[in-house]
């Protein structure tokens, strides 16, 4: 065990715990409203743009400004249930498809026209601040960023489990018909449940500004990311989504090092498919039938 | 109403037309000159910069009584993308009768916008694509004032070979030199005349790490640089990628001498704002800087004077200087033919023009060979320190001595 094997893992882990983070808020949508959220990364990208602004104009610390992010983001997230995927639940899935990509390609070039094509990046004490173990560093804000991953992700499973609203929404994610015959009124659990996955994918973004860097189009890399790591993890299966992403994040810090960073991607990919051929409910999967989630 | 408006479009342009014409034959109507920049799109703020070196230049020799007693003017094409370039040159020659062309910024660009040029015999004098290509298709037309992509290679190996070997006391031969480079076009042919010019150097690769400058996470780069164990970094980058390879060597406590940028992120403002004092030491070769010894480069000052007074503001980057310094150039081998634009009278006067380096306001002296690439421009290597990037090297145009600096480790 040298330490560049250590090194790479411990690397690897720390950006999946980022892609867990970012995956879990899709799998909520996913699983619930049962609508693939093409513009799942632009939610990221707009709460990226809010923590930055937060940050330079009103000069409040990237990790304080998630009081304010995530409920944004929960607002944001209702008004798009609301607004564009209520109207068209029943319609069928490729109308679903295009209303989400429409909503992807729009939000990009509102992005593009307000905020310009440029890369911003955030100065905290943080930034690149890092500590040793042995031969080991590990840098901080993505210690966090991990951390923060689990807890949401524990947090979550005890909110679906132990709850009533949480029972619910296992319920509606199960039977949308059934469980509205119980008289669970279904439309608000979908509100509630994309408004809770936005929350979640807007905290990812807010946790990831402080050593990265946001561009109105960055949006499109972190959903593919996403569904990657969704569809790896079995779809709707947030324990799925959070291996999923610790194993993507492995998979490209190994092959990057061990063989070359300009393959990495392709090397994930691969694995996917892989995968597809395989286990195609994924990973975590809930059985047959499951994985065509939201092209019903 | 719409027939009534065609109708008086037609009678304005026909009015214009009958104008011009006179005017043209009077021999005190201005110079025209087409200029082809992005000005909008992705490459916009650079080339934006770059148009308004040429447009300081065009105002500065207008004021001084123009060329051969004629003002210059200035028709200025927006081209966005290569298809853009190709139609605008297209336009600009046959519709507007433009017998010289400039431009471009990006070598993409250019190399669309001046084939097309060349075909019509028109002159393209190129001020800031560096593709090697660009000089180097056989044209008699196409001439350019800044240095070439090979350049910034063989400064860098120069740089590595008699500098950073004698400082951590090794043989070149024993040096070891590791190149990251963004796979796209750019970075990747920077990496292959790199690589060439390691060879000649006697410097040889320890190894070339390609990476996608898109790219979320670059630790896997930086450990295997780790793993490599470079003494010289040579980096190629755009603005983000260089910013997230420079935080994360710091977070894994990358044990370098040197760093090396190639133009491009290293050299922008941005780069050490981002980084703070961990962009302290990191080396860069670029076209001439700001922060440079003036009484090499004669008319700088005066250039950032005017500059900041018609655009309200310091020059963003060199880009502005490198244009300025081109076309001022073209203004005066214009003036040697009387003002004649004629592509075989031009090619003369250019040929037989010639500058000493340090008399421009780059520094670059103008010697054009017989493919137009002017031979006596040259790329200056410059370092941040203290947030400021200072020319160091060579000695004539610096301001400040290198100094060896581990980059990333404040």
């Known amino acids: 065990m040298s330490d560049l094997f250590l090194q790479v893992t411990v690397s690897g882990l720390l950006i999946g715990g980022v892609y867990a983070l970012l995956s879990i808020g899709l799998t909520m949508i ?28 009103h000069g409040v610390d990237p990790y304080l400004s998630l009081l304010v992010v995530a409920p944004a983001m929960f607002a944001i997230g209702v008004a798009i249930q609301r607004l564009v995927v209520q109207p068209i639940l029943e319609a069928p899935a490729l109308m679903k498809v295009f209303a989400t990509v429409g909503l992807y390609i729009a939000l990009q070039n509102l992005a593009l026209m307000l905020f310009t094509a440029d890369f911003r990046t955030i100065q905290t004490p943080y930034a690149s601040a890092s500590f040793r173990i042995g031969a080991i560093s590990v840098s901080e804000p993505r210690l966090y960023a991990f951390l923060c991953a689990i807890v949401m992700i524990v947090a979550l499973w005890a909110f679906l489990k132990f709850t009533l609203v949480g029972k619910a929404l296992r319920a509606v994610a199960e039977n949308r018909t059934v469980s509205a015959l119980m008289g669970i009124r279904v439309s608000r659990l979908y509100l509630l449940a994309f408004g809770v996955g936005s929350a979640i994918t807007g905290v990812a973004g807010t946790l990831l500004l402080p050593f990265s860097y946001v561009f109105p189009t960055i949006g499109s890399i972190y959903t593919l990311v996403a569904f990657v790591v969704v569809v790896l993890g079995g779809m709707g299966n947030m ?7 610790l194993f993507i994040g492995l998979v490209e810090s190994f092959s990057g090092t061990y063989v070359s960073p300009a393959i990495k991607e ?3 990919f691969v694995i996917f498919i892989l995968v597809l051929l395989v286990r195609p409910q994924g990973l975590f999967g809930m059985g047959k039938g499951s994985e065509e989630i939201g092209l019903k | 109403m719409k027939r009534s408006t065609m109708a008086l479009v037609t009678m304005a342009l026909v009015i214009s037309a009958l104008f011009a014409v006179p005017a043209a034959e009077a021999g005190q109507a201005p110079i025209r000159i087409g200029a082809l920049y992005p000005i909008t799109g992705s490459l916009a703020l650079l080339g934006e910069e770059s148009w308004r070196g040429a447009e300081v230049a065009r105002q500065f020799r207008n004021q001084k009584g ?7 003017e200035f028709l200025r094409a927006d081209v966005p993308d290569v298809n853009a370039a190709k139609s605008e040159a297209e336009r600009l020659i046959s519709r507007e009768g433009m017998k010289v062309l400039i431009g471009t910024y990006s070598s993409s660009l250019s190399l669309g916008a001046s084939e097309v040029a060349a ?14 290509q660009i000089t180097e298709r056989g044209y008699k037309t196409i001439f350019r004032t800044c240095p070439r992509a090979q350049l910034f290679s063989k400064s860098q190996m120069a740089f590595s070979r008699d500098w950073i070997a004698g400082q951590i006391k090794k043989k070149p031969a024993e040096l070891r030199v590791s190149l990251i480079h963004e796979d796209s076009a750019y970075g990747s042919s920077i990496a292959r005349n790199l690589e060439a010019e390691a060879k000649a150097a006697g410097v040889p690769l320890t190894s070339v790490i390609p990476y996608d400058s898109k790219a979320i996470d670059l630790s896997s780069v930086i450990l295997r640089l780790k793993n490599d164990k470079p003494d010289v970094v ?28 190639t133009g491009g992120g290293h050299s922008l403002s941005g780069f050490a704002e981002a980084l703070g004092p961990a962009s302290d030491g990191v080396f860069n070769v670029d076209f001439t800087q700001f922060e440079v010894n003036t009484k090499f480069t004669p008319g700088l000052p005066e250039f950032v004077e005017a500059y900041k007074k018609a655009f309200n503001g310091p020059p963003r980057s060199g880009h502005s200087l490198a244009n300025f310094m081109g076309a001022t150039v073209l203004f005066d081998i214009l003036e040697k033919t009387q003002g004649d634009q004629d592509s075989s009278k031009f090619r003369s006067a250019a040929m037989a023009y010639e500058a000493k380096p340090g008399t421009t306001a780059t520094g670059w002296g103008v010697k054009f ?21 200072l020319t160091v090297w060579p000695d004539g145009p610096s301001v400040a001595k290198p100094s060896l600096i581990k980059p990333f480790s404040k």
């Open chain 1, 266 to 268: 392709a090397a994930y």
């Open chain 2, 119 to 132: 075909r019509a015999g028109v002159t393209y004098f190129e001020l800031g694509g560096i593709s090697d």
């Open chain 2, 369 to 389: 060979t017989e493919s137009g690439q002017n031979a006596l421009a040259e790329t200056f290597l410059t370092q941040w320190q203290n947030k400021k990037l």
């Open chain 2, 234 to 261: 040579v980096g190629v980058s755009y603005a983000n990628d260089a910013i997230l390879i420079g935080r994360q060597a710091k977070e894994l406590g990358l044990d370098i001498q040197a760093f090396i940028g």
């Open chain 1, 30 to 57: 996913f699983g619930v409203v049962r609508i693939i959220n093409f513009a799942h990364g632009e939610l990221m990208m707009l709460a990226m743009y809010l923590t930055f602004w937060l940050h330079t104009a």
């Open chain 2, 66 to 72: 123009g060329v051969a007693g004629r003002q210059v």
């Open chain 1, 239 to 245: 324990l799925g989504a959070f291996f999923g992403g």
